[in-house]
């Protein structure tokens, strides 16, 4: 099982506004190691959404944030669109070891 | 930005062996640290192991230490990652991953995946 906890599924409509949260521990995420995210389109490999506090590579729209607080992480996507159907993975760190949530699949309803 | 490409996947029975290889390109290979991360068949993404950009630092998933190897060919722009004994569960899709610089070492660069299936 996963070292960091997200739910299984989320969905919205269409220009609505969803979050996915990511729990990890004291050893994880509460001790202060950055927290990034992933998405994964049907089909692809993953690509980097957003990394450290906040920070989007160039492409990324900006309807795409993260933030943290204590041992959890969260991703907020606003004015969702069809094709952010996806997966959805955040990724911090374990002492020198690298370690991922869960997964969300993000239905667009 | 660059490119990875990942091969030698294929079908193994339990108990084989795999190398796979990851190309990279179009980046200073030698710069960066590098990771091996798989997803098995409808489950999530799991880290594997890293090298870093010289070769001096290697770590290992404790569900794949003692029988993953990782290494690297600076020269030739090439990553490896040995599997060993492997096993049914084992299977899945296994990614190469760029850590890069100035993204807080995220994952910024996959390559496509290399499908490895362990089956008699």
């Known amino acids: 099982q996963s070292v960091l906890t997200q739910p299984p599924s989320v969905s919205g409509a269409p220009g609505q506004r969803v979050t996915i949260s990511c729990t990890g521990s004291?050893?994880?995420?509460?001790?202060?190691?950055?927290v990034h995210w992933y998405q994964r389109l049907p089909g692809t490999a993953p690509r980097l959404l957003v990394y450290?506090?906040?920070n989007r590579p160039s492409g990324v729209p900006d309807r795409f944030s993260a933030s943290k607080s204590g041992a959890a992480a969260s991703l907020a996507i606003t004015g969702l669109q069809p094709e952010d159907e996806a997966e959805y993975y955040c990724?911090?760190?374990?002492?020198?070891?690298?370690?991922f949530g869960s997964g969300t699949k993000l239905t667009v309803l | 930005q660059g490119q990875l490409v990942e091969s030698g996947g294929g079908l193994v029975k339990p108990g084989g062996s795999l190398r796979l290889t990851c190309a990279a390109s179009?980046?200073?290979?030698?710069?960066?640290?590098m990771s091996w991360v798989r997803q098995a068949p409808g489950k999530g993404l799991e880290w594997l192991s890293y090298?870093?950009?010289?070769?001096?630092?290697?770590n290992y998933a404790d569900s794949v230490k003692g029988r993953f190897t990782i290494s690297r060919d600076n020269a030739k722009k090439l990553l490896f990652l040995e599997i060993n004994s492997l096993r049914v569960e084992d299977t899945g899709i296994y990614y190469c991953?760029?850590?890069?610089?100035?993204?807080?070492?995220?994952?910024?660069?996959w390559g496509q995946g290399t499908m490895v299936t362990v089956s008699s």
């Open positions: 179009g980046f200073v290979f030698s710069d960066f640290y």
């Open positions: 990724q911090s760190y374990d002492n020198r070891l690298r370690v």
């Open positions: 090298i870093s950009d010289l070769e001096t630092y290697t």
């Open positions: 450290g506090r906040n």
């Open positions: 004291s050893s994880t995420i509460g001790a202060g190691y950055d």
């Open positions: 991953a760029r850590e890069g610089l100035g993204v807080a070492d995220a994952l910024d660069l």
